[in-house]
């Protein structure tokens, strides 16, 4: 079993900067692939970025490419969404996600609480 929470999110305006911490406890999170889904209101929850198990390689939505940055630490069992040139459309709970494959795939194993992320124009 691995738990996953979230911190970091909150109120910033468009054009700002937040960045996300994901604190993985349990089973060490070395062993997981690990990423970001999110969810905004009234829409399907979507992938937005992951990190192989040894951070070897990272994949990202085609939406935050060039603006977000996956990146972990496995001795501190944590992993790190730093979000910048935030637009409004970015507003949405942020979702941890630990998969067990070698990469994140779209049913990870396990799930965060979620971080809220609001945008403001």
């Known amino acids: 079993q691995v738990q996953l929470v979230e911190s970091g999110g909150g109120l910033v305006q468009a054009g700002g900067s937040l960045r996300l911490s994901c604190a993985a406890s349990?089973?060490?999170?070395?062993?997981?692939?690990m990423g970001w889904f999110r969810q905004a209101p009234g829409k399907e929850r979507e992938f937005v970025a992951a990190?192989?198990?040894?951070?070897?390689?990272?994949d990202y939505a085609d939406s935050v490419k060039g603006r977000f940055t996956v990146s972990r630490l496995n001795m501190k069992n944590t992993v790190y969404l730093q979000m910048n040139t935030l637009k409004p459309e970015d507003t949405a709970v942020y979702y941890c996600?630990?998969?067990?494959?070698?990469?994140?795939?779209?049913?990870?194993?396990?799930w965060g609480q979620g971080t809220q992320v609001t945008v403001s124009s």
């Open positions: 990190i192989t198990r040894g951070g070897t390689s990272t």
């Open positions: 996600v630990a998969d067990a494959a070698y990469q994140v795939t779209a049913t990870p194993n396990y």
């Open positions: 349990g089973r060490t999170a070395s062993l997981y692939a």
